[in-house]
């Protein structure tokens, strides 16, 4: 990582002091828990006005490859079945590469419907992070660390930016796994528990039969006698008000569970969809079934005004059957298509980010696993791809190159603290003030680490 | 795979990154040489004129902060170097971390950040060092560094606590405990504010009840309690609640909060830990048995090491062993292994031992000296070396993920006995299984080469038929060689049948007789004991090298085993150096004389019973810790808890018999104006319960809560696992058990916990926060737990002989769940509620209900579940 300060004329010390306005007191003494409250997940300002106001996290779990996705490696083809620089041989790309959109960015057709937004698409062809084992890597993009125990990206951002819809959890996640930190990875650490994510589902579960806990009642009450019940318990905390103003988030909260209630089935049910969307979404239509309800979900929670929306899509991990990716491609291509044209189409791209990555990508040798017969690639984290979309980002952009053959990143590497804070960046946050006090230290997203990376900006 | 360590990376990747390098004093000074001369002129004329104009600013004692601890301003301050040691050695020759980070190389911090310096300089630099860095600079007093640390050493938390006579205050009736309240009061007058008035009998017993127990009262104990006038009334009250059992539940369970007791290792595989509980009622049976906290202390700590003259009964013994289980059961990564692995654990050890008894946060000073307080590394790495030579033994199997199992402690009767016999059983067991498996295969094997014969000699049989057949077709002559070829062809089947025959029928008594002793071992199991976690010193104790920047790999100097530098212990033991040092370190915490371990402890206990400490940071007695709203009172009273023996129950009790804890929580105008947030206790801030007081309070209403202790955990049932491996619902089943014996396995507590604000088990958590989301609404309202505990409640309701009537029901049950009575409008808006639901039940003729009106008078119950005043200790207006 090189030391590069987002605006190359301030000097570094100049930078921080300019930026220390907005939060200010918020983060600085964090957040006093007795005054905390219903309060919390009010909207916020950033430190200054940022062209994205939420974020879309598309998690591939496992670490899809790039040499058949997103990172033309022509070299690579001609070598293949040489000896490569490590153990194996290598192996050629198992798919096929041309250029798309005005742009001319080169996708592989694993991603005919997705090509098609290539001028969207801010592709990052040389990330790196810490390790290319799952159990460091999936907490490190989820928090930013992998020891210890620390607040997801989601809570973070919910943290600072509160939330646009009183009537919704804001913070939601999709088919979370439950292996590597788990919860963890959606979880809000110290930071108040109002900001961990509101889990839609499990990994493995179709996501049209996962439920959010207790929106309805278990006891069987009337929607009259439920009302008649929540109005007496009103008229009974109206009493505790002049002992203390807490009571009056117990009041709010009341009220607002009321209201999610009826909220949150309602912007969870896609049947009031066209069927043109459905269609569009690759919903109904077998593989993409799954991951275009998810997608879908995802643009009706943001134009609900949810401010963070993590999808994940798990099974990329393809120590070997490889010949398989294309048909993993074949069930996110249409929808995360169909979600990037449908949030433009709606004039939500602007102001949402868009992330897709893994926790890291693979090698570009062959790799066989024992008793395997199908070949794959094994994990890499010193160079491989993500891309952003929307949000401020400039699309049509292919930024960073790694060697010719895609072992590591060779130039414009964006470290995972640096993909974290040139996304805080885009949401107006300085990444070095957006602080919370614990056990008597400022902590925050990247650490001590993170370069915004303004060459990416539109 | 390789796993890179945080710290590793921290090392690659700072703001500020220095290569290591042995410390050299600089050259001296008194020997003038040419060289000197010629490096004296070009340090003045080339290098000082730098570091003014390009590091000066971020890397001096005028600057703002000191960047990467770095001092260039001084001739010490530039050879001593940042918080990674020195950048570079007088006279060296080749490449140095300062040249590389002028020559702005990669993987290290381009320095000055913004613009190179001009070659011509850098070279100049070259030059310098190669003669030797003389430096014609002055030192000019003790650094910014040292300045800070002298600073810090002042701070009020290190000096020892005065005893301070008596304030003097205007209303001298005013005090119960005369030390408490004085000091109190005194505040208080100071800002001219008077105190409200005293809590209601009602409003009193119900936060008695919760505080000390966590429970609500019974009606029939608020019934005795009001109207007896007797003066020691309340006396009487506390001393029951202190000594009934579940008072230690309710204590422990702060402390286990402090010490992130859990059932799981947590991190990224999270594996279960299936004896970890011996652990909670050990602090369970110590907060009942009053123990004294510096024991409590001791014991967890070095239990294993505490010096047994024979006068300790067995029991003690386990369970001071028990005890250092709190060394053990912290959040662990299973698949990394060797030094990193054992750092990691040190590391939690020393984070937990000194946050939890010392409120510091010592882990701090794992990569760099601390910011704030004066712990300097090498104190970090002193303790390191301490707990480095201490065996955590938390178990574990060995399997995917899980490279580290340790043994475990047996405890109870004969457990070293029962443990030494079921080991040996489970050997004896696992070689008959293994031999079973190996018969069942040998038997199979042979069952297949017998149906290959029988098949070979059937085929013969054929042949020889067809043979026969064709000769006595064409009476051939009895030289037909294919005829006694066929024969013989039979005769090899039949013989080979016979023998594979035998074989199997021989095999299968041997599978048998195994197959028997299988069954007889296995019916026959033995008792197994119960096991704990625990530590134990290493076979050879050492002190350990510091790591540069916290990375492992990179080793500095060997620092001695020590404790914290800037806390003073007089008289304190040296450590022995043939042992850990664990006891020494735990005399040390424990003792009297130690500034910070009483005063944290009070100031916890205040913290639960104000609901905020005299220092509000109960787990930060640090420079950026909060100072004490009350230091003389916090300093009289950690004296007292000394000289009290390290009571917790004496110091409890003093505290609710205050005055100050008995007032009302109604605001006066006047004070609000003044003194908002009562940070001086001029009424009593009502609190929310937490997770566990909400759930066992609803269990109490419906009746069926079970106050027995259950043996053992959930998890011990579950085995050694995966956690993701477990159905979610095996983790959590149903109980009616006190909410302090739900397992606590990390990352999956149950949803009320997790709702409710219970702390993260995988931090340190002296203080809970309070939010108000609206799940929790949801839970309440909605979940199948309070709904089936409504009914439960109504049934109770309508089972009690105490209420005949719909009025005096909605009356009753208000009395259970809220310790009072309902309101006239409440009781209209109550029995709406009833006969609103009733209807709907006499209208929907599907229902046959088991219990009739359980329905509707299950809606008051969840009506007065959601409610605010039952998960809010307030006053209760009469």
Known sequence: MKNMSANPTVSRRGWLQAASCGLGALTVNGLAPSRASAGLLSPRGPHFTGKAKRVIFLFMAGGPSQFESFDYKPMLKKAGGKKGMKKGTLLAPQANFARHGESGMWISDAFPHLAKQADQLCMLNAMSGPSRAHPIAVPMLHTGEFQFVRPSFGSWVLYGLGSENQDLPGFFTIKPTRTFGGPANYGSAFLPSTFQATRLGWEGQAVKNAGISNLTSHHGLSRDSASRSLKLAQLMNQRLLSQTEDVRGAIDSLELSDRMQSAVPRVLDISGESKETLAAYGVGAGRTDDFGRQCLLARRLVESGVRFVEVSCNGWDHHSNLDKFKSKAEEIDQPIAALLADLQQRGLLDDTLVLWTGEFGRTPETQVLEGEEKIGRDHNAEGYTAWLAGGGVRGGLTHGTTDELGYAATDGNVHLHDLHATMLHLLGFDHTKLVYRYGGRDFRLTNIHGDVVPEIFA | ?878
């Open chain 2, 1 to 878: 795979m390789k796993i890179l360590s945080h710290c590793y990376l921290a090392a690659l990747i700072p703001v500020l990154s220095t290569a290591p390098l042995c410390a050299e004093e600089p050259a001296a000074k008194n020997v003038q040489t040419a060289a000197d001369n010629t490096g004296t002129t070009l340090f003045e004329e080339k290098i000082l004129p730098a570091l003014k104009e390009h590091c000066y600013a971020c890397h001096s004692k005028a600057a703002e902060t000191t960047e990467g601890g770095l001092e260039l301003d001084s001739p010490l301050g530039l050879m001593r170097g940042g918080d990674s040691g020195p950048m570079f050695k007088a006279h060296e020759t080749e490449e140095n971390h300062l040249l590389q980070m002028l020559r702005h190389h990669d993987d290290v911090s381009a320095m000055p950040p913004e613009e190179k310096l001009p070659a011509e300089i850098i070279a100049a630099f070259e030059q310098w060092i190669r003669l030797g860095a003389p430096d014609s600079r002055e030192d000019s007093g003790p650094t910014a560094k040292e300045q800070r640390l002298g600073r810090a050493k002042q701070h009020w938390a290190f000096q020892p606590p005065k005893v301070t006579a008596l304030p003097v205050v205007k209303n001298n009736a005013w005090a119960h405990d005369k030390m408490i309240d004085t000091f109190v009061l005194a505040a208080i007058e100071a800002e001219g504010m008077k105190p409200v008035g005293d809590a209601n009998r009602q409003t009193l017993i119900r936060r008695l009840y919760f505080d000390l127990v966590g429970l609500p009262p019974a009606p029939q104990d608020v019934d005795r309690f009001v109207p007896d006038q007797a003066s020691d009334a309340v006396e009487k009250l506390v001393d029951r609640l202190l000594n009934s059992p579940q008072f230690g539940e309710r204590w422990g369970r702060h402390w286990l909060d402090v010490v992130r007791f859990a059932e799981s290792s947590g991190m990224e595989f999270n594996f279960t830990y299936p004896h970890a509980w011996p652990f909670r009622n050990y602090v369970f049976d110590a907060f009942n048995a009053d123990k004294p906290f510096d024991e409590f202390l001791r014991e967890q700590i070095a239990g294993d090491l505490l010096p047994n003259e024979g006068k300790q009964s067995p029991a003690l013994v386990e369970a001071r062993q028990i005890a250092t289980s709190v060394l053990a059961f912290g959040p662990k990564r299973h698949n990394s292994s060797g030094t990193e692995f054992q750092m990691d654990i040190a590391d939690d050890q020393i984070n937990v031992v000194f946050k939890s008894t010392l409120a510091m946060t010592v882990s701090c000073a794992r990569c760099h000296d601390h910011k704030f307080d004066p712990i300097p590394t090498t104190d970090y790495y002193g303790l390191a070396g301490i707990f480095l030579s201490t065996e955590p033994l938390y178990g574990t199997i060995k399997q995917k993920y899980s490279n580290t199992p340790t043994d475990l402690l047996p405890i109870g009767e004969n457990a070293q006995a029962k443990h030494e016999a079921i080991k040996k059983y489970d050997a004896e067991l696992a070689v008959a299984e293994k031999l079973l498996t190996a018969k069942r295969e040998e038997l199979k094997k042979a069952r297949d080469a017998q149906e290959v014969a029988a098949k070979e000699k059937t085929s013969a049989d054929k042949l020889l038929a067809a043979v026969t057949a064709r000769q006595d077709a064409t009476e051939a002559s009895s030289a037909d060689t294919t005829g006694q070829d066929a024969r013989s062809e039979l005769d090899r089947a039949v013989a080979k049948l016979t023998a594979s025959t035998t074989a199997v029928a021989t095999l299968k008594a041997e599978f048998r007789k195994v197959e028997g002793a299988v069954a007889k071992l296995r019916k026959n199991t033995l008792p197994r004991p119960h096991y704990a976690m625990s530590v134990r010193d290493r076979a050879k104790p050492a002190d350990t090298k510091l790591a540069i920047r916290g990375d492992f790999r990179n080793r500095g100097d060997v620092v001695p085993r020590g404790f914290l530098s800037a806390v003073n212990v007089p008289d304190a033991a040296t450590i022995d150096l043939t042992s850990s040092g664990r006891l020494q370190l735990a005399n040390w915490i424990a003792s009297p004389e130690n500034p910070l371990t009483a005063r944290v402890m009070v100031n916890r206990i205040w913290h639960h019973l104000f609901g905020r400490g005299i220092v509000s940071t109960v787990d930060n007695f640090g420079v950026i810790g909060k100072p004490p709203t009350h230091p003389k009172l916090l300093d009289m009273l950690a004296l007292r808890f000394v000289d009290d023996g390290w009571s917790v129950k004496r110091m409890v009790r003093a505290i609710v018999l205050s005055r100050a804890y008995q007032l009302s929580s109604h605001a006066s105008e006047q004070n609000m104006a003044i003194d908002p947030d009562n940070r001086l206790l001029w009424r009593t801030t009502p609190r929310r319960l937490e997770a566990e007081t909400i759930r066992d309070a609803i269990l109490t209403v419906s009746g069926q809560l079970n106050l027995q202790r259950p043996e053992g955990s959930t998890v011990t049932g579950l085995g050694d696992k995966l956690v993701r491996s477990i159905a979610p619902e095996k983790i959590q089943p149903a109980s009616n058990h006190r909410s302090v014996y739900l397992p606590v396995v990390r990352d999956y507590v149950p949803e009320l916990f997790d709702l409710f604000d219970f702390p993260s088990p995988s931090l340190v958590s002296g203080h809970r926060a309070v939010t108000n989301v609206p799940s929790q609404s949801l839970y309440l309202r909605n979940s199948a737990f309070v709904a089936d505990q409504a009914n439960l409640a109504a049934a109770r309701l309508l089972a009690s002989a105490e209420a005949t009537d719909d009025t005096q029901r909605a009356a009753l049950a208000m009395r259970w769940a809220l310790g009072r009575t309902p309101s006239g409008i409440e009781r209209d808006a109550a029995l709406q509620l009833v006969n609103a639901v009733r209807q709907e039940e006499a209208d929907s003729k599907e229902k046959v209900q088991a219990v009739p009106d359980r329905a509707a008078w299950s809606a008051w119950f969840l009506t007065l579940f959601t409610t605010a005043e039952f998960r809010y200790l307030a006053d209760i207006d009469i």
